[in-house]
């Protein structure tokens, strides 16, 4: 059964950058597209960006979108989210999410999600 595993993430300061990994154990990603989501203190969780199996990427969120870059090592079954200028508002639980073909903006849509992580950007 596929499963992800998430790294990266802590505490920054504003301004620096930092990778969160998603790795896959259980089963290869192969067609599977991968969303990145994060959820705000007091927040509903939201999509970021996700990358299909043809890596045809998608970015949801407009205040990111020039920051943040998704991407994926399919030899290494992993995908990854580089965060860069990171701001005191990007402070949340990051997650990644799997599902089938196409990239969905709705967490709904996915069926195997990583255990989150939690990144704190100081100001």
């Known amino acids: 059964q596929l499963q992800l595993v998430q790294s990266g993430g802590g505490l920054v300061q504003s301004g620096e950058s930092l990778t969160l990994s998603c790795a896959a154990s259980g089963g290869a990603l192969g067609w599977e597209a991968i969303a990145w989501f994060r959820q705000a203190p007091g927040k509903e969780r939201e999509a970021i960006s996700c990358m299909t199996g043809r890596r045809n990427t998608v970015n949801y969120l407009d205040s990111v979108k020039e920051r943040f870059i998704i991407s994926r090592d399919f030899a290494q079954n992993t995908a990854y989210l580089e965060m860069n200028n990171v701001q005191p508002e990007d402070t949340g639980v990051y997650s990644c999410?799997?599902?089938?073909?196409?990239?969905?903006?709705?967490?709904?849509?996915?069926?195997?999600w990583g255990q989150g992580t939690q990144v704190t950007v100081s100001s």
């Open positions: 999410a799997a599902r089938l073909y196409g990239c969905s903006r709705s967490q709904s849509a996915y069926s195997t």
